[in-house]
């Protein structure tokens, strides 16, 4: 799903439904607009989440700690994370 333009909204929190999901790639989204929804913590078979090159803005919800099965995770270029810390910007 990278590359599409979901829009100031941002991710759909029915996303959060897609128990069974095992990849989300929404890279490559610049009209992405708001915060990474909580709801994508209901997940809990997702390996691989990349939200590289999008603009979310906002906390890393607790809730994406409930993804027991994560092993890869693409976010913003390092040096984009070593200035937001927690937070995505």
């Known amino acids: 799903m990278n ?6 909204d941002g ?3 029915e996303f959060g439904q897609l128990t069974e999901l ?5 890279s490559v989204n610049s009209n992405i ?8 913590g209901n997940l ?12 979310l ?3 890393i919800p607790e809730e994406l700690g ?3 099965n994560m092993r890869i995770v693409v976010g ?4 984009d994370w070593a200035h937001s810390h927690e937070n995505i910007s």
């Open 3 to 8: 590359d599409n333009e979901f829009g100031a």
């Open 11 to 13: 991710i759909p929190t």
């Open 22 to 26: 095992k990849r989300l790639d929404l």
């Open 33 to 40: 607009g708001g915060r990474i929804p909580r709801e994508l």
């Open 44 to 55: 809990v078979k997702l390996e691989y989440l990349n939200l590289s090159f999008d603009g």
């Open 57 to 59: 803005t906002g906390k």
């Open 66 to 68: 409930n993804l027991k």
């Open 76 to 79: 913003k270029p390092i040096s």
